[in-house]
């Protein structure tokens, strides 16, 4: 019989693997572990959940340290989720993980070669590879985590010019079809296992909850209150939370049936981790199924079931969980832009008399309880562009797709407000409203493009009549 070490992977990881519910004979195992620890390229075709990915990472992670380095990308939404499953196989190794979640302390950890595997979005990434920080020299495996989900595949395009050619790289996807310009061009001769493309028949109507990420497991809780269920199972496609249901639920055996990819018995399951739809089928021929549907992952339960009827929890309780995930979205959103140096400077003098948390906490209330006011009429446009020399040209290989990057990405001008893009030997123009011009020539004044730092001013004698729009 095959042992998970027979698949190349660290004793740890290997042990870890187990301790998660996932063996040797396993057809996930043992096809996505090998294949991801021998450094060949992978395509894993399952529901869009981290979990599926376990053996495709515990390979990708016994082949990373003593000079080599696995970049893993995940969607903003699921970046903790990324995070725990990394950490969860990486115990008992030497592995040193990072979770990016901002910039300061990646830009650190990067700097000091203390990171062996860096989780983060595309997002941070760029923005690591943008000041210098990340090295993709070093990178040996790039872990791609449901691309279709991205906003602009594009934005792949920098970070891929500089990664070396023989890096392996691993792409999970829920939707094989939609990225496949991506897997053509960066993942050629990869081994695609799991969902295989042919239309399968949606199964019979479900059940959905709606939930956060990071809130399925109270949502169980909230779920059990509210059905009562003669007799429940609790499927999940491995271990990883068995201990966290159980302390929260304090299940009771003979009623409850916690399982991972086992068949059940109950009147009522409720799908902790998405099924495919042949796990789906199974489980419905034994009574009701309820699926926890995360965010992002809605085309897909359409995709496998015939019909779906919400089960709405608690109005109260969702309404303020959606609200406080939004809160926590948008402020990771503004630590992560990079852009709080002045603020920063205001708050100084509280932190030294206050702990930052609290201070934290006061401006997020005074934010929550400030009056509602009527919405402020737009102020006017300032009519007419202006253009922004940079000090970047053709000699130094910029694109027009580089500025714009750095433009969205960094600075988080609206696309729509790029105009034309002149480039020149030695320097680039952009058009900008007028009235922004100002302040994204200062934004843009000393960033990296290119792996060089530039400088960028309004060329004032560049006004012009009203913009036309970009190409």
């Known amino acids: 019989m095959a042992l998970l070490e027979d698949f190349h992977l660290l004793p740890s990881v290997a042990t870890a693997l187990d301790r998660l519910g996932w063996t040797a004979e396993d057809p996930a195992t043992r096809e996505a572990a090998p294949t991801a620890a021998?450094?060949?390229?992978?395509?894993g075709v399952t529901p869009p959940a981290p979990v599926y990915?376990?053996?495709g990472v515990a390979g990708a992670l016994s082949r990373v340290g003593e000079g080599r380095r696995a970049l893993l990308l995940s969607p903003a939404a699921q970046i903790d989720m990324w995070g725990e499953l990394v950490h969860r196989l990486a115990e008992g190794s030497e592995l040193r993980i990072h979770v990016a979640r901002g910039l300061a302390r990646a830009m650190r950890l990067l700097r000091d070669d203390?990171?062996?595997v860096l989780v983060a979005t595309l997002d941070t990434a760029s923005a690591l590879l943008a000041r210098s920080a990340l090295k993709l020299d070093s990178v040996?495996?790039?872990?791609l985590c449901w691309p279709e989900s991205w906003p602009d595949e594009d934005a792949l395009t920098p970070l891929m010019q500089d990664l070396?050619?023989?890096a392996q790289r691993i792409i999970y996807t829920?939707?094989?079809?939609?990225?496949?310009?991506?897997?053509?061009?960066?993942?050629?001769?990869?081994l695609t296992i799991g969902l295989n493309g042919a239309a399968q028949t949606p199964a019979g109507p479900v059940r959905t909850v709606s939930v956060g990420w990071g809130q399925r497991v109270p949502a169980l809780a909230d779920l059990l209150e509210l059905l009562d269920p003669a007799t429940l199972a609790i499927w999940t496609v491995d271990r990883s939370y068995h201990d966290a249901i159980a302390r929260t639920l304090r299940i009771d055996p003979p009623a409850t049936q916690l399982v991972a990819r086992e068949a059940v018995t109950a009147s009522t399951t409720i799908a902790f981790d998405l099924p495919t739809g042949e796990q789906l089928r199974a489980l419905q021929a034994k009574g009701e199924v309820i699926l926890l549907v995360p965010p992002g992952t809605d085309g897909y339960v359409a995709g496998i079931t015939a019909s779906r009827r919400p089960i709405p929890l608690s109005e109260t309780l969702e309404a303020a969980r959606t609200a406080e995930e939004s809160q926590r979205a948008s402020i990771a959103q503004v630590i992560e832009s990079g852009r709080l140096q002045r603020s920063v400077s205001v708050l100084a003098p509280l932190f030294e008399r206050h702990d930052p948390v609290t201070v934290a906490a006061a401006l997020l209330e005074l934010?929550?309880?400030r009056p509602v006011e009527a919405p402020a009429k737009a102020a006017p446009e300032v009519n007419g562009t202006s253009k922004i020399f940079v000090g970047a040209g053709k000699k130094d290989g910029v694109t027009p797709n580089d500025l714009v990057a750095v433009l969205?990405?960094?600075?988080?001008v609206d696309r729509q407000k790029i105009g034309r893009i002149e480039l020149r030997d030695s320097f680039s123009l952009i058009e900008i409203p007028s009235g922004e011009a100002e302040q994204v020539a200062r934004g843009l004044n000393g960033s990296m493009i290119r792996r060089r730092k530039v400088t960028a001013r309004v060329d004032r004698g560049a006004s012009r009549g009203p913009r036309k729009p970009r190409a």
């Not at 969205?408 to 988080?412: A, D, S």
Request: aromatic share 4%.
């Open 408 to 412: 969205t990405k960094e600075l988080r």
């Open 53 to 55: 990915a376990t053996p």
């Open 114 to 116: 203390a990171i062996d």
């Open 174 to 190: 829920a939707d094989a079809g939609r990225v496949g310009a991506i897997t053509e061009r960066y993942a050629r001769k990869a």
């Open 140 to 143: 040996t495996t790039l872990f």
């Open 367 to 369: 934010l929550n309880t």
């Open 164 to 166: 070396p050619k023989d």
């Open 38 to 43: 021998r450094g060949h390229n992978l395509i």
